[in-house]
T-cell receptor
Framework: QKEVEQDPGPLSVPEGAIVSLNCTYSNSAFQYFMWYRQYSRKGPELLMYTYSSGNKEDGRFTAQVDKSSKYISLFIRDSQPSDSATYLCAMMTFGNEKLTFGTGTRLTIIP | EAGVTQSPTHLIKTRGQQATLRCSPISGHTSVYWYQQALGLGLQFLLWYDEGEERNRGNFPPRFSGRQFPNYSSELNVNALELEDSALYLC????????????FGQGTRLTVV
């Protein structure tokens, strides 16, 4: 079993829709949770990170962590064609600076 | 401010050869991380360097090695290349030992034929 599971998609939604991207994990020691966006032929770009359970909002993006269920989500409101990319979740334990990534979800926003 | 830069962008090698990939971190960043992104496998952690020392390595054979120079730039060496080593190799840097805000370079696409 992989430590981090992520639905690979692909996921296609119309412009303006709310997008929900999810990851589950098995290692209860994970403390930091990140979301990266990766455009084709580019390196991953950090969108946001959260520590422990709860919500964090940044513009159109909201990250949610539920440690009791070992489940994290990224919501994108008012989705734009420019949001079309692969979204990667990543996790780490403080003191072990190794990021463990999901395999990524390919998202397409249809104009 | 320049981001993380990697060279070369593309590299084609023959099975059994050695490959050397280079990474320059963001100015002021002392930690450098290397990841392999193979098709369908996601990003796999390779190596972490901080202040010139190897701090951690992932589940890769010893033919994957590297080093960090006094100016914090880094080099990844892959010896005895195998076809399965074909992947995008990504370097990231962060301020000290705080990987919650690691910034990635564009990657080096290594193709082994």
């Amino acid at each position: 079993q992989k430590e981090v599971e992520q639905d690979p998609g692909p996921l296609s939604v119309p412009e303006g829709a709310i997008v929900s991207l999810n990851c589950t994990y098995s290692n209860s020691a994970f403390q930091y949770f990140m979301w990266y966006r990766q455009y084709s032929r580019k390196g991953p770009e950090l969108l946001m990170y959260t520590y422990s359970s709860g919500n964090k909002e940044d513009g159109r993006f909201t990250a949610q962590v539920d440690k009791s269920s070992k489940y994290i989500s990224l919501f994108i409101r008012d989705s734009q064609p420019s949001d079309s990319a692969t979204y990667l979740c990543a996790m780490m334990t403080f003191g072990n600076e190794k990021l463990t990534f999901g395999t990524g979800t390919r998202l397409t926003i249809i104009p | 401010e320049a981001g993380v830069t990697q060279s070369p962008t593309h590299l084609i090698k023959t099975r059994g050869q050695q490959a050397t990939l280079r990474c320059s971190p963001i100015s002021g960043h002392t930690s450098v991380y290397w990841y392999q992104q193979a098709l369908g496998l996601g990003l796999q952690f390779l190596l972490w360097y901080d202040e010139g020392e190897e701090r951690n390595r992932g589940n890769f054979p010893p033919r994957f090695s590297g080093r960090q120079f006094p100016n914090y730039s880094s080099e990844l060496n892959v010896n005895a290349l195998e076809l399965e080593d074909s992947a995008l190799y990504l370097c990231a840097s962060s301020l000290g030992q705080v990987n919650t805000e690691a910034f990635f370079g564009q990657g080096t696409r290594l193709t082994v034929v």
